[in-house]
Structures are given as C-alpha cells and as structure tokens.
C-alpha cells in the first residue's frame, strides 16, 4: 500500500471520490478519472496532479495544478451537499499540508 499524499487523502474525503489505497490515487466516482500526486522534478511539479480518464494510458496523463483542480472540486463536493464552511476550511488548510502557503 503507498503512502497517500495530502491532496489524494483529502480528495478521498470529498463525496464524489473514493480513495484507492493500493496505488495512492483518487478516483472520480461520477468520470472514472483517477488522480494522482505527480511526482516531477521541476520546482513547478511540486503542486501538480496527473489525471487519467477511463482508457487514457497512464502515460498520456494530464498534468493540472493543485491549486485549481482542489477548489474546483470543493465545489462539486459542495454543490452534491457537504458541509460548505467546514469543507472551504478544509480544502485552505490542505495548501499548507502539502508545503503550499497560500
């Protein structure tokens, strides 16, 4: 089992994701989208997930920023009825978790 990273454990919590322990990602329950830490060298990956759709080669993932896809999904995870202040306390704490001040 891998280590989960802050963002995948804290996209696993969200009502539309499901965590996968055995590879260290996050699963998009609604596209099938599984989302992973990605681990480049550059300083710019330190905040980047790779994401990969049902029949994407693992390869030909889409490298995103945390700091978009994370708010973008707090509000999903709103919008299906989790707790809206409590969830917005949550995903700002998360940037600082992973070594993000924001």
Same mark, same amino acid.
């Given at each position: 089992?891998?280590?989960? #990273? ?8 969200? %009502?539309?994701?499901?965590?996968? !322990?055995? #590879? *260290? =990602?996050? &699963?998009?329950?609604? =596209?099938?989208? &599984?989302?992973? @830490?990605?681990?480049? +060298?550059?300083? !710019? !990956? +330190? !905040?980047c997930l ?9 390869? +030909?993932? $889409?490298?995103?920023?945390? =700091? @978009?896809?994370?708010? $973008? ?5 709103? @919008?299906?009825?989790? %707790?809206?202040?409590?969830?917005? /306390?949550? *995903?700002?704490?998360?940037? =600082? /978790? ?5």
């Open positions: 089992m891998n280590a989960l #990273h802050p963002y995948i454990r804290f996209l696993g919590g969200l %009502p539309h994701f499901e965590v996968d !322990h055995r #590879h *260290g =990602t996050a &699963v998009e329950l609604r =596209t099938g989208a &599984v989302v992973s @830490k990605y681990d480049g +060298q550059a300083p !710019h !990956h +330190q !905040h790779a994401v990969r759709w049902p029949g994407q080669a693992q390869d +030909q993932a $889409l490298l995103v920023s945390a =700091t @978009k896809y994370v708010p $973008l999904q707090v509000s999903e995870a709103i @919008k299906l009825g989790a %707790p809206r202040a409590e969830l917005l /306390e949550a *995903g700002r704490r998360i940037f =600082t /978790e992973a070594g993000e001040a924001r």
